[in-house]
């Protein structure tokens, strides 16, 4: 539907704090695993430090200012309804409190359905030694056209 995808649209760097990790935690309702929020505890878990929860890459890209990528890429209003759909981890490696993260986002796939327009993105994260360490996609479903009617890349 639109010609060079993937399109890298955003690169950032993330520092994994432990307080992102320990107030993730809380509002996940992961407050009773107590080696999210005490590196003696996840030491005792034979954890070089504090892990990130499960769906933590999400605090990276939402800090990062993925929720305006479309808005942005797509010179969308600010008005414009973005429906979070789905979105999904793979993790290569672990990742724990202290880490340097670096994201590349791709907006990888562009359907065109009637006056609908669903996104997908990928978000690829390295540890600050390179080793692939996270990825993230996720899908973005619009009702609004202005995106079909913005974006060069359509045919």
């Known amino acids: 539907m639109i010609d060079n995808l993937p399109k890298k649209i955003k690169v950032f760097n993330f520092e994994v704090k432990r307080s992102k990790i320990a107030e993730f935690a809380i509002a996940t309702h ?16 034979q954890l070089q430090d504090i892990p990130i929860p499960l769906t933590f890459g999400t605090v990276a890209e939402l800090y990062n200012g993925i929720g305006n990528i479309l808005i942005d890429v797509f010179n969308l209003s600010r008005n414009t309804a973005l429906i979070h759909v789905g979105h999904s981890f793979v993790y290569h490696k672990p990742v724990y409190a202290n880490d340097i993260l670096k994201g590349v986002t791709h907006l990888t796939d562009i359907t065109l359905k009637k006056k609908r327009t669903i996104f997908k993105m990928k978000t690829t994260f390295w540890n600050q030694y390179n080793i692939l360490v996270l990825e993230s996609r996720w899908v973005i479903l619009t009702n609004n056209t202005t995106a079909q009617k913005n974006n060069i890349g359509f045919k």
């Open 30 to 45: 992961s407050h009773e695993i107590k080696y999210f929020f005490n590196k003696d505890v996840a030491n005792n878990f």
